[in-house]
């Protein structure tokens, strides 16, 4: 069993979000996230899925995907190179001056040029936008649970795209 | 430019243009208007059902029949839901077919109106494509985009649900040629590579086997099959959905497989050396236990669907294309081969197991009916409902070439089989149609009568009566201690109802009731003669008799239940 990823073209259309969701919950593939938006083209959306399955089973759910009328393209985005982050916003509560200023601290550690920042503070609470890995964010919940009693996270999914290719740079 | 015209008119010039000739229908509140357009139109034949899931099944029977894609038109709401088990029934046997649903007007959707549900959402998992048309101007575009899904590639039904309002709104009156969809590529080719490997495979197998599905008969593929096997001296197993496309009667056929497979075909499987399947899912039916399926031998497997291949056997060579087309390359590299030792081989596990048929009984012997219809309709199509009789007749009729058995076999649908062969009949009236079915399966829609009857349509109902579900019956002979758990259709005083003859009475036709195994072949020849309308027979038969050999749920096949 490994974390894949897998992008989808589909119809951008009533319902297409529902029959593609619908495959995994009926066929008891294992969804990890799955994000969707309208590319340059209207009437043309983009899915970012990650999935954790078996080798056969991950070419089945590409096969399944593949024979749907509305999935225009599938990418198997496993074996190439690409770009992809994930926003998610953490709320940290409770906090006294040491910790808020902790919380300063570890977003200052985790950012690379601008992506993780503490967006607003109260009187007794911080809240972190961070757009990272996936990976990178585990990390930093992970830290994050380990510091403060009382945190609140809202993770958004992975979005990714297949890196521009050697030949165009 | 041309006039603009109603949704309503351009739904009635669709389907002449597609050249449907019937509609399987049932009228409601959200159709109204369609059906009265219908009522002016002129060389459609509307076929009115007694319940939505029959119509469907009639679809399917009338489908299989002609091999057009069948339409069925119902209201929203419960006319819709009642379609949905029929519809899964069509979608895991491949079955061409367009639904159209009515649906409340758009401005209600989403309101919980008056019947109004989600159909397209309740079927997505089990149509090939399912959209509500939202816009009068796409109404011509989704049904000729229906109709090219339904038929090409792996054919399965299509639902399309059109709100009220939209039959009722002028709009472009143009019907489409052709739409270009740019999600649906129905695989066309055949990779000559693969096809050349799995050639090879063949040839150098000393213990070769053909293993055939439904996939060949949709492909219309069954003389390059046989082209293909005779040259090769290759011995060919069916599945259920199979069944028919290799000439029973002939030298190479070994016989049905699975889990209630002939014991040769079964030992085939397992011994084999190089499996050659060809336009099957292996479905767990055919299957058994999958670590224990075809243990020695390398398998190619050749499907137009590529989901299908790798899903549940592990393949060695596979090959997405089309029955025919691979086929016919196949037939076409294909020089003489001795299998002879092989053959023999085969030829001796049919004799040691042959199909067992129970011998110097006073009652009347299931089998022996099969048998006896088989050889009294040799041209009639052969229609089954689902339980023992439908495995009886798999292992016993014997079918020749232009006769369709039709069965269900992928949902395994009770109550499919009286509709199903009205549909037949009505898409193939020259034909007359023999249902075998049981007393369980028979009242799940037996309401259709009024149809057969009003029709007059040629189909001789054998309902094979032990006074109970005896599939699941056999099951609890065999694997629960004989505790017949609500399998007893009788009532508490004993007594069988429905009396089928006073029943078929009220609808005016022929009945009569066999209970002595003497006069089965008359009963049937009687029936055979001047076939005006719907004729039944009531076989009486032991609920003791069981379905051999048979192969428990989960376990190898080569673990037989022989006797």
């Known amino acids: 069993m490994k974390n894949r990823w897998i992008a989808l073209y589909v119809e951008n259309q009533v319902g297409v979000l529902a029959k593609v969701s619908g495959l995994f919950s009926a066929k008891s593939y294992n969804l990890q996230t799955l994000t969707v938006g309208t590319t340059e083209r209207e009437d043309v959306s983009r899915m970012t899925i990650s999935v954790m399955a078996d080798d056969v089973t991950f070419e089945q759910i590409k096969k399944q995907l ?36 902790e919380v300063f601290q570890i977003a200052q550690v985790f950012d690379q040029g601008g992506n993780v920042t503490v967006a607003d503070v109260g009187p007794d ?45 | 430019m041309a006039l603009d015209i109603t949704g309503r008119k351009l739904f009635v010039k669709a389907l002449k243009e597609e050249g449907v000739d019937t509609i399987f229908l049932y009228p409601g ?45 119902v209201t929203s709401g419960p006319g819709a839901t009642n379609t949905i088990t029929g519809i899964a029934d069509a979608y895991y046997d491949s079955i061409p077919m367009i639904i159209f649903t009515g649906q409340v007007p758009l401005h209600l959707i989403g309101n919980d109106a008056f019947q109004e549900v989600d159909i397209v959402g309740m079927t997505r998992s089990i149509t090939k494509y399912g959209v509500t048309v939202r816009d009068r101007k796409d109404l011509g575009k989704i049904i000729k985009m229906g109709f090219q ?5 792996k054919p399965g039904p299509v639902l399309i649900d059109i709100p009220k309002d939209i039959q009722t709104i002028a709009g472009d009156p143009e019907y489409p040629t052709h739409v270009d969809i740019r999600g649906y590529h129905p695989n066309e080719t055949v990779h000559i590579g693969q096809l050349k490997k799995a050639y090879k495979l063949i040839k150098n197998a000393k213990k070769p086997l053909v293993l055939a599905g439904g996939g060949v008969r949709i492909a219309k593929a069954e003389d390059k099959l046989l082209e293909f096997a005779e040259k090769m001296q290759l011995p060919v197993t069916t599945t259920l959905m199979g069944k028919g496309v290799m000439p029973e009667d002939h030298p190479l056929f070994v016989g049905n497989c699975g889990m209630h ?4 075909s079964n030992k085939a499987l397992t011994e084999c050396d190089v499996l050659f399947s060809v336009g099957t899912r292996f479905n767990d039916r055919i299957t058994g236990d999958l670590e224990k399926f075809a243990p020695n031998a390398q ?28 086929l016919e390359r196949l037939a076409e590299y294909a020089e003489g081969k001795d299998n002879g030792v092989w053959l023999d081989r085969i030829k001796g596990w049919e004799k040691e197991h042959p199909l067992a048929m129970p011998k110097n009984k006073m009652e009347i012997c299931p089998q022996e009916v099969c048998q006896a219809i088989s050889k009294i309709f040799p041209e009639a199509n052969i229609v089954t409902d689902v339980g023992q009789h439908q495995m009886w007749a798999s292992q016993f009729i014997k079918l020749n070439k232009g006769q369709e058995f039709i069965t269900s076999g992928g949902l395994g649908t009770m109550g499919f089989g009286f509709p199903a062969a009205i549909g037949a009949a009505i898409g193939n009236p020259k034909k007359p149609v023999v249902l075998i079915t049981g007393d369980g399966g028979f009242q799940m829609n037996m309401q259709e009568m009024a149809i057969a009857a009003g029709m007059g349509l040629p189909i001789i109902i054998c309902i094979f009566n032990n006074t109970n579900l005896g599939m699941v019956r056999q099951m609890q002979t065999l694997f629960y201690g004989k505790r017949y758990s609500v399998t007893d259709l009788k009532a508490s005083d004993g007594k069988f109802y429905p009396d089928f003859i006073r029943w078929a009475q009220a609808y005016d036709i022929q009945a009569r009731r066999i209970d002595n195994p003497d006069m089965v072949e008359e009963a049937l020849m009687d029936a055979k003669k001047d076939l005006k309308g719907p004729v039944l027979l009531e076989f009486l038969i032991s609920p003791d008799d069981l379905v051999l050999p048979m192969v428990k749920g989960g376990t190898a096949l080569s673990d037989m239940i022989i006797k």
Do not use: W
Request: hydrophobic share 45%; glycine share 6%; aromatic share 4%.
């Open chain 2, 299 to 326: 398998i190619i497997h050749v499907d137009i669907a590529s989901a299908s291949i790798s899903r549940n056997v592990a393949v060695d060579v596979p090959i997405t294309a089309d029955a025919y087309s691979a």
């Open chain 1, 66 to 101: 593949n024979a749907m009328v509305e999935v225009i393209k599938v990418i198997d985005l496993t074996t190439i190179p690409i770009h992809m982050k994930e926003l998610f916003y953490a709320k940290v509560y409770d906090l006294n001056e040491a910790g808020k200023t």
């Open chain 2, 261 to 264: 497979g002939r014991f040769a």
């Open chain 2, 149 to 153: 899904i339904a038929g090409s590639g």
């Open chain 2, 29 to 73: 509140g959200m159709i109204t208007d369609i059906t009265d357009e219908l009522y002016k139109a002129e060389g459609i034949n509307l076929v009115l059902g007694r319940h939505e899931q029959a119509l469907v099944h009639e679809a399917e029977g009338y489908a299989r029949a002609t091999g057009k894609t069948a339409v069925v038109l």
């Open chain 1, 125 to 169: 609470s911080a809240l972190l936008q961070c757009m990272l890995t996936e990976r990178r964010n585990n990390e930093l919940i992970t830290l994050l649970k380990s510091r403060f009693k009382k945190i609140q996270v809202v993770r958004g999914g992975a979005v990714a795209i297949e890196s521009i290719s050697t030949s165009c740079r």
